[in-house]
């Protein structure tokens, strides 16, 4: 196996304080990790420097080997890492579908072609087969902004595979989705993982999903890894128990 | 939209173009001036539109990218060089200023990048009036000639209206294209939601740059009609009010609406003149017309219709809804 995201020391500071204090980690292609720990403990911020969207104030992010550290957001979302979001970011006046085309529309051809080409990038196919795999077929012609806040959820998760990445970082996928739906959800990244060889980055509060989909989960507290193993080993560990009871 | 519904608009749309090209022939010289107008304020706020209604960027920059492309055609075609020559030189040079103004944009936004856009303004009005050797200040630009199209001379009223007319078409079909494309996607999700659109792999950076480039190009467009349309430029024309009407235009036609720039520029262009019967007041009248409509609507008239539309939708959806249901419910 071949680590797809190296992580080496990031450190991100906001004036006095230390959200991210050097963390280190690798993540093996085809697997899911997950990352847990209590609210403000520098999960999303550690998210946002991976993915461009900040700049860390030290340490290196490597993509299949490669530094990518300090790649805009957009440049490294075509290198194959795409994400969902914590809140809901859908495109609300756009339908379904063309959130999803949307989605895929930058990964393939270039300025010129996309503004000569056909309308949906030739990407209405591949657009309604993952509606059809997220289970959102009724909805494909509805404004985005006309969904519930699970089916929202889904079509977020839904445009992050749109690329075809290699890396997915997903953020809370499952807060605020019903039980129902948060197997489905499940489920559906599963097969993903099994037949697309994606490899996943999960940060979640619900400890079920987490230990039930994770290879891997690390935890974080104030900043650092607390550590990084099985789930069953994490789970019985008095560190990870510590840091979530608070001291 | 069903296929009774889609003849219906291509019908509608062929009797407004009929309409457009038959009926201003018994018009006289100030009606089919005004009518020219409403045409070549149709593509500046076209142009505008795409940057404000479609890519989400203020710009108060509009009426200095009118000007910039008038005096390109003035000062070229009174040196004898054809329009269509102008037209390029103008449509270059504000594609490329707009492109350079689209900076400021990447890191200010709103009220902050209308205050940049308004400077760039102020720096281009300057020009038009102390720059005498280039644009004779404010004595201005006379005897602009009209172009002569495959031989046909367009001097007159009449031809010269078709000209601005078959212009506005060319231009709408360009823009029809560009905003039903990916890039017209792209636009829309840098308007909502541009963190999102970076995380989608979409390069919100020279997207934001292409929409102030393209908006103001067509800016440089008009100008190019407006200068032979009025014969004569000198710098008023194309002072502060000309930016706000254009954005007012936009607005109340209904920002990001493909038809909202046609709709604004003819409340922007014809209402005043509709209204002179009323004399001093039509101003007055026309002021609160707007200030009307927008409390009623702030998405513009296009708004409304948008509304009414949703809401029809969601009662055909949900009463389709009530039908399959019952059938299920009744099925054996």
């Known amino acids: 196996m071949t680590a797809v995201l190296e992580v080496s020391d990031i450190r991100k500071r906001f004036g006095g304080i230390t959200a991210v204090d050097g ?131 889904l079509l977020d998760a839904a445009m992050a595979f749109m690329g075809g990445p290699r890396l997915v970082l997903l953020d809370e996928p499952a807060g605020g989705v019903n039980l129902t739906m948060l197997a489905d959800l499940k489920e559906r990244l599963a097969a993903i993982n099994r037949e697309k060889r994606a490899t996943f980055v999960v940060i979640e509060h619900n400890m079920e999903f987490v230990m039930s989909l994770c290879s891997r989960v690390m935890v974080m507290a104030e900043g650092r890894v607390l550590t990084i193993g099985k789930p069953d080993e994490v789970r019985a560990n008095p560190v990870v128990i510590e840091a979530y009871l608070g001291h | 939209m069903t296929a009774a519904g889609k003849y219906l608009r291509i019908a509608f749309g062929a009797i407004v173009i009929a309409a457009l090209i038959v009926v201003p022939m018994n018009f006289n010289r100030y009606g089919l001036f005004i009518l020219s107008q409403w045409a070549v304020m149709t593509i500046a706020a076209m142009g505008l539109n795409l940057t404000l209604g479609y890519a989400g960027q203020v710009s108060l920059a509009q009426g200095a990218f009118v000007g910039i492309g008038a005096y390109a055609a003035a000062i070229m075609t009174t040196q004898g060089m054809p329009l269509i020559a102008a037209l390029g030189v103008a449509t270059g040079l504000c594609f490329a200023v707009g492109w350079i103004l689209g900076y400021p944009a990447l890191r200010v936004q709103h009220h902050y990048l209308a205050f940049v856009t308004l400077a760039f303004w102020t720096l281009a009005f300057l020009v038009f009036r102390n720059e005498d050797w280039l644009t004779k200040g404010i004595y201005g630009i006379s005897n602009i000639p009209r172009p002569n199209i495959f031989g046909f001379a367009t001097n007159r009223p009449l031809p010269f209206y078709y000209v601005c007319l078959g212009s506005l078409g060319i231009v709408s079909v360009m823009v029809w294209w560009l905003i039903r494309s ?89 209402l005043p003149e509709w209204l002179r019967f009323t004399q001093g007041y039509y101003l007055m009248l026309y002021a609160i017309a707007v200030i009307l409509l927008l409390i009623y609507s702030p998405t513009g008239i296009l708004g409304i219709v948008d509304r009414y539309l949703a809401e029809r939708r969601t009662k055909m959806a949900s009463a389709l809804r009530a039908v399959a249901k019952s059938r299920l419910e009744t099925a054996p």
């Open chain 2, 182 to 270: 990916p890039w017209g996607r792209a636009f829309v999700a840098l308007r909502e939601n541009p963190i999102r659109a970076l995380s989608l792999g979409i390069d919100t950076r020279r997207y934001t740059l292409m929409a102030f480039a393209i908006g103001s190009a067509l800016g440089g467009v008009a100008g190019t009609l407006y200068a032979p349309l009025t014969q004569y430029i000198d710098p008023v024309p194309f002072n502060l009010s000309l930016s706000l009407d254009l954005l007012m235009m936009v607005i109340v036609g209904g920002a990001g609406f493909f038809f909202g720039p046609f709709l604004g520029a003819m409340i922007a262009v014809l």
């Open chain 1, 23 to 153: 963390v280190s980690f690798d993540v093996q292609e085809g697997e899911i990790l997950g990352l847990i720990g209590p609210n403000g403990c520098g999960k999303s911020t550690l998210f946002n420097c991976i993915l461009g969207q900040l700049t860390p104030s030290g340490g290196e992010v490597k993509l299949d080997g490669r530094v990518v550290t300090g790649l805009r957001a957009s440049e490294l979302n075509r290198l194959g890492v795409s994400r969902t979001f914590q809140l809901l970011q859908v495109f609300p006046k756009l339908s379904v579908r063309e959130n999803l085309i949307l989605a895929g529309q930058e990964h393939q051809g270039h300025m010129m072609s996309r503004l000569f080409g056909p309308s949906d990038a030739g990407l209405t196919e591949a657009a309604d087969r993952m509606i059809g795999f997220f289970k959102l077929d009724h909805l494909a012609d509805e404004a985005a902004g006309g969904l519930s806040y699970g089916q929202q959820k």
